[in-house]
């Protein structure tokens, strides 16, 4: 009996190992996977750029437009970042990475598919902050499976996410 005690308490560190690392992988994974989602205006750019021109928007004003929002863009991520809490109530389940992943894939679609500016620009934005709370998501997540002393090393592992996810969608866009 004595060894099935050393064993069940040898079992129990390999078992929460095993299942962190499982879930620093899909954290990891899934954070990367946004990154198909915000790398496809930047590698569009210049095709919409183009198509804009063809409609009559000369070269110049159809840079500062797509300039506007990008930076546009860059604003809802900051507010997302600064009140997670409140924009992710307000996008769903506040701190569900699979929630900003749908949510990011769904504006995503929306801006491939719209043909106006403005359709641009909110799809634009919606991506970018529901991309901005999944952040408050990584971190609720990781809390809860690891303890505080480790909280810098998993973070650090999960901050290198999003340019491995950048490499991988650019390469998979063909930039």
């Not at 079992?11 to 929460?16: D, Y």
């Not at 994974?29 to 750019?45: E, I, K, N, P």
């Not at 063809?54 to 604003?75: K, P």
Request: charged share 15%.
């Amino acid at each position: 009996m004595h060894a099935n005690s050393e064993s069940a308490i040898d079992a129990a560190p390999r078992f929460l190992r095993h299942r962190q690392t499982l879930t620093v992988s899909l954290l990891f994974g899934g954070y990367a996977a946004l990154y198909f989602c915000r790398a496809d205006l930047s590698v569009g750019t210049p095709l919409i750029i183009d198509e804009l021109q063809l409609h009559g928007v000369n070269h110049g004003d159809a840079v500062i437009r797509l300039g506007s929002i990008t930076s546009l863009g860059v604003l809802a991520y900051a507010l997302g970042k600064l009140f997670p809490h409140r924009f992710g109530r307000f996008l769903g389940r506040p701190g569900e990475l699979p929630d900003r992943t749908f949510g990011a894939t769904v504006f995503t679609l929306m801006f491939a598919t719209g043909s106006f500016l403005p359709v641009f620009t909110i799809a634009w934005i919606g991506n970018r902050l529901t991309q901005s709370v999944a952040w408050a998501g990584l971190i609720k997540v990781s809390s809860k499976w690891f303890d505080f002393s480790s909280y810098g090393t998993i973070i650090g592992i999960l901050s290198i996410s999003y340019l491995v996810g950048d490499a991988a969608a650019r390469q998979w866009m063909g930039c």
